[in-house]
């Protein structure tokens, strides 16, 4: 094409999720015009000249300017565009302030992709392809694996869009599977797995004296039922009556009641720290100080801090829930276990304790390599551009 790709990346907010920004600066550095609208959470400011922010802040005085600046642009410049989009949105039962806050300043700049980030979101943006921009959907983790499951209405929305959205993104080929259950055609799903910079990826290792035998456990994310923490802390009840020696932090568990109820009636209370959401710098530096990073999610799409730790040298023990097997082979480059099954994380643990230095080494170098071959930044970018293009086609 003689002129820029233009392309938005929508989430809804601005920054948005690590995986966002980086597919953000990486088609910016490529030579696309990558659009951003909806909410300013913060004040952001991107590398390269291609990234154009066009948000407002949440509240009423910058919605009522935003509104009103692409309200007198439509008006003046595409009146009959204008009039099409308020007659789609009356039609929907849409054409309130907020609606058109959000949908005016695409209906201006008319990308040629819209890429929404989230599937809940879906049925807000199906109009943009009565002005000739394609649609691409990504598929990614509780929006397709649980949500439509739970709610009987946003299953049907699915079934009734999804047929409608010009290309899918989907993080892995077990949610690729999970979307065909809703209508998602399988010609127009592409997996694309998250990528990682690798020249930002080092972190601090612990020095350990020889006396020194607590084994240290991470897991990383929200306190939600689906990461599978009640059974990882059945597993350390186990641990403890073995008499292992281990200190468990969850990053992301703080203030959780049920979290800290059951780490109370274990009476684990002096092996088990919840904490606070951290940075990514700090994510980073805290996996690099574990000995082993745990998942026992019941489902995920691919768990991008198990990525993470993968790049940094450091062991994992994942369950075998969603696409987890399609980057970890058991034994090799990490380690999987039954998803429920507290007594075999237990075993697995202890097992990857008794390790020597040299086998640890081994499975180590085996997921940097998993990482490096299919998991970098250059790889996903390359995958969404073969994605927007073949759309484009």
Same mark, same amino acid.
């Given at each position: ?91 929907? =039962?849409?054409?309130?302030? &907020?609606?058109?806050?959000?949908? &005016? ?35 990614? =983790? ?15 929305? &699915? ?20 979307? =065909? ?44 039922w689906i990461k599978g923490y009640v ?99 058991d034994g090799q480059n990490g380690f ?46 390359? =995958? ?10």
């Amino acid at each position: 094409m003689n002129r820029k790709l233009k392309i938005a990346i929508y989430s809804g907010e601005i920054p948005s999720t690590t995986f966002i920004e980086r597919l953000i600066e990486g088609l910016s550095t490529r030579g696309c015009d990558i659009l951003l609208f909806g909410i300013l959470k913060k004040k952001v400011k991107y590398k390269t000249k291609g990234v154009i922010v066009k948000g407002y802040r949440q509240n009423r005085i910058s919605k009522a300017f935003h509104l009103l600046y692409y309200t007198v642009l439509l008006t003046v410049f595409r009146i009959e565009e204008k009039r099409q989009l308020d007659s789609i949105l009356k039609a929907e =039962g849409r054409l309130s302030m &907020y609606d058109r806050v959000k949908c &005016y300043p695409v209906l201006w700049y008319k990308p040629d992709i819209f890429h929404i980030q989230w599937a809940k979101g879906l049925s807000e943006w199906v109009w943009v392809k009565e002005f000739g921009t394609k649609l691409v959907l990504s598929l990614r =983790g509780a929006h397709i694996n649980y949500s439509p499951v739970a709610d009987q209405n946003l299953a049907d929305m &699915y079934n009734t869009y999804f047929p409608k959205v010009d290309a899918f993104h989907a993080v892995s080929k077990a949610i690729a599977t999970e979307a =065909g259950k809703y209508n998602a055609s399988h010609e127009k799903i592409k997996v694309v797995y998250s990528g990682l910079d690798l020249n930002t990826m080092s972190s601090s290792e612990p020095v350990k004296s020889k006396k020194e035998k607590t084994f240290n456990l991470i897991s990383i994310g929200r306190p939600h039922w689906i990461k599978g923490y009640v059974y990882a802390l059945d597993a350390c009840k186990l641990l403890k009556d073995n008499d292992f020696d281990f200190k468990y932090t969850i990053v992301g568990g703080k203030n959780d009641i049920e979290l800290a109820y059951q780490i109370h009636d274990l009476g684990l209370d002096d092996d088990i720290e919840l904490c606070e959401n951290i940075s990514f710098s700090e994510v980073i530096d805290v996996i690099g100080k574990s000995d082993l990073l745990l998942l026992p999610s019941l489902e995920e799409g691919l768990a991008n801090v198990v990525l993470e730790a993968m790049a940094l040298h450091k062991l994992v023990l994942s369950t075998n829930c969603g696409g987890m097997p399609e980057i970890i082979k058991d034994g090799q480059n990490g380690f999987l276990v039954p998803i429920r099954k507290p007594k075999a994380m237990a075993e697995k643990i202890i097992e990857i304790s008794n390790l020597t230095e040299t086998q640890k080494s081994t499975i180590t170098n085996e997921a940097l390599k998993t990482i490096q071959s299919g998991h970098t930044t250059e790889h996903m970018i390359n =995958g969404m551009l073969q994605l927007y293009q073949k759309v484009l086609k």
